[in-house]
């Protein structure tokens, strides 16, 4: 994988998520290389061979959030921060330890078991949590969509080892495959290492998007039978199969007694 470094941008970003204002994602580029993720659509570079970091990333975002009062800051939006190359250029764990150092917390996102390196410095930063998404229950399907990330065994250690370790955790279901992805199965696998589930739906924006041509390429060679009525179901928020999607999901919740959080509208 070749490693360049990317133009001056900046690094603290607006999150959109809940109960966070920042996001950094300390690589741009990932090479887990999903075939779904949303992030292909504005790559700078070809994932399966490079990938870009800051020049200083250090320097820079120390001047960025030099006048923040401490607060939560979410890792993990268009990157992986623990991807293969974060073992070479620690790029993730120096911010952790800046961040660490100005008494802000992290909500982190990742498919990697590398996280656990960090509980050192996660354990110095309460009100932390630490994620990992999920969308297939099985391996064979797995690789298919996402071959070059971790399995989900590593990925449900690795929160296994966290827990244990005092962080809280989540489990990130996303995205939801129509007719794929068995929500019952995959609930089952992580609920006893997981302190919140949330559950999100396969969201696609545009048909001449690259994360669509490439799970329709996927679906045409693997799935060819449900090709068609997938394609519906992926451009439509009031489709019925998403109304039946929450309907199970709820059952579920109160049948198991869940912090579930659905996010299928």
């Given at each position: 994988?070749?490693?360049?470094?990317?133009?001056?941008?900046?690094?603290?970003n607006p999150?959109?998520?809940?109960?966070h204002?920042?996001?950094?994602?300390?690589?741009?580029?990932?090479?887990h290389f999903?075939r779904?993720?949303?992030?292909?659509?504005?790559?700078?570079t070809d994932?399966?061979k490079?990938?870009?970091?800051h020049?200083?990333i250090?320097?820079?975002?120390?001047?960025e959030?030099?006048?923040?009062?401490p607060q939560?800051?979410?890792?993990?939006?268009?990157?992986?921060?623990?991807?293969?190359?974060?073992?070479?250029?620690?790029?993730?764990?120096?911010v952790?330890?800046?961040l660490?150092?100005?008494?802000?917390?992290?909500?982190?996102?990742?498919?990697s078991?590398?996280?656990?390196?960090?509980?050192?410095?996660?354990r110095k930063?309460?009100g932390?949590s630490?994620g990992?998404?999920?969308?297939?229950q099985e391996e064979?399907?797995?690789q298919?969509?996402?071959?070059?990330?971790?399995?989900n065994r590593?990925?449900?250690?690795?929160?296994k080892?966290l827990?244990?370790?005092?962080i809280?955790t989540?489990?990130?279901?996303?995205?939801?495959m129509?007719?794929?992805?068995n929500?019952?199965?995959?609930?089952?696998?992580?609920?006893?290492?997981?302190?919140t589930?949330?559950v999100?739906r396969?969201?696609?924006?545009?048909?001449?998007?690259?994360?669509?041509?490439?799970?329709?390429s996927i679906l045409?060679q693997?799935?060819?039978e449900?090709?068609?009525?997938?394609?519906?179901?992926?451009?439509s928020r009031?489709?019925?199969?998403?109304?039946?999607?929450r309907?199970?999901?709820?059952?579920?919740?109160?049948?198991?007694?869940?912090?579930?959080?659905?996010?299928?509208?």
């Amino acid at each position: 994988m070749k490693v360049s470094k990317c133009s001056l941008r900046k690094i603290l970003n607006p999150c959109i998520l809940e109960a966070h204002n920042y996001q950094v994602d300390p690589y741009i580029g990932c090479e887990h290389f999903c075939r779904y993720c949303y992030s292909l659509n504005q790559a700078e570079t070809d994932w399966e061979k490079e990938i870009l970091i800051h020049k200083d990333i250090i320097g820079q975002l120390y001047q960025e959030m030099n006048s923040l009062e401490p607060q939560s800051i979410y890792m993990g939006m268009n990157s992986d921060p623990y991807q293969p190359s974060e073992r070479t250029f620690k790029q993730t764990r120096k911010v952790l330890e800046l961040l660490a150092e100005r008494g802000f917390s992290v909500c982190i996102l990742t498919k990697s078991g590398l996280v656990t390196r960090d509980i050192d410095i996660l354990r110095k930063m309460p009100g932390s949590s630490v994620g990992v998404s999920i969308a297939f229950q099985e391996e064979r399907t797995r690789q298919i969509f996402e071959k070059n990330a971790p399995s989900n065994r590593v990925r449900i250690e690795a929160l296994k080892k966290l827990k244990n370790s005092g962080i809280a955790t989540y489990t990130l279901i996303c995205p939801v495959m129509p007719f794929i992805t068995n929500l019952e199965s995959v609930i089952e696998q992580v609920a006893s290492y997981s302190d919140t589930i949330w559950v999100y739906r396969l969201n696609m924006e545009s048909e001449k998007d690259k994360n669509w041509l490439n799970v329709k390429s996927i679906l045409d060679q693997h799935f060819p039978e449900l090709t068609e009525q997938y394609q519906k179901i992926a451009f439509s928020r009031d489709h019925p199969f998403w109304i039946k999607v929450r309907t199970s999901l709820e059952v579920i919740k109160r049948k198991k007694c869940l912090n579930l959080r659905i996010r299928i509208e």
